[in-house]
C-alpha cells in the first residue's frame, strides 16, 4: 500500500506542473482509502483568482466528486504548509488528516505562524504531519523565486 511519500511525490507532481505554466509551485492531492480523489495545483494567476491555491480546488473537486463537504476520512497531502484560507478550508471540510513539506515562515497557518489545522477552539481539528519529502519540497519553491527575481531583476 502507497505511504505518505508515495503521495508527497504525487503533491510535487502536481507542484511541478504548477512551476511550469509559471504558478507557484504548490501542489496537493487528496486520498480517501488509499485513493487518490482529487490532485490539482495552483492556478491564481492562470485563472485570476485570489482563492485558486491548490488545496482549495483540491477540496472542491473532492466535495464535487464525492457528492458531499465533508471529507471526513480524507488526507490532504501538500507540499508547502496550508495559508489561513486553506488551513480553514481543511477545518471546514473534516478533513481528518494533513501531510505537507516545507514550513511556510511567511504564511503558514498551521505551525509557522498560526494553528488553525489543530486549533483547540475550532469544532474540527485535523492530525498533522510535516517535513514529508520537506527538503524537495522547499528547494522546488526557492529555485522558482530564484528564477523570477533573475528574470525581474
Request: net charge negative; glycine share 6%.
Amino acid at each position: 500500500m502507497p505511504n505518505d511519500d508515495y503521495y508527497m511525490e504525487l503533491a510535487l507532481a502536481e507542484a511541478r506542473k504548477a512551476y511550469a505554466i509559471g504558478e507557484v509551485p504548490i501542489g496537493a492531492v487528496l486520498v480517501m482509502d488509499g485513493e487518490v480523489i482529487a490532485a490539482a495545483h495552483n492556478m491564481r494567476e492562470t485563472w485570476h483568482d485570489a482563492t485558486a491555491h491548490a488545496e482549495i480546488i483540491v477540496i472542491r473537486e473532492a466535495c464535487r466528486k464525492l457528492g458531499r463537504w465533508r471529507l471526513t476520512g480524507a488526507t490532504l497531502y501538500v507540499t508547502i504548509e496550508p495559508c489561513p484560507m486553506c488551513a480553514g478550508a481543511l477545518v471546514m471540510s473534516r478533513i481528518d488528516r494533513l501531510v505537507y513539506g516545507s514550513p511556510d515562515y511567511k504564511a503558514g497557518a498551521v505551525e509557522s505562524i498560526f494553528n488553525v489545522a489543530r486549533n483547540d477552539a475550532l469544532n474540527h481539528r485535523a492530525e498533522v504531519l510535516a517535513g514529508v519529502k520537506a527538503d524537495e519540497c522547499a528547494a522546488l519553491m526557492k529555485q522558482f523565486f530564484r528564477e523570477r527575481r533573475s528574470k525581474e531583476g
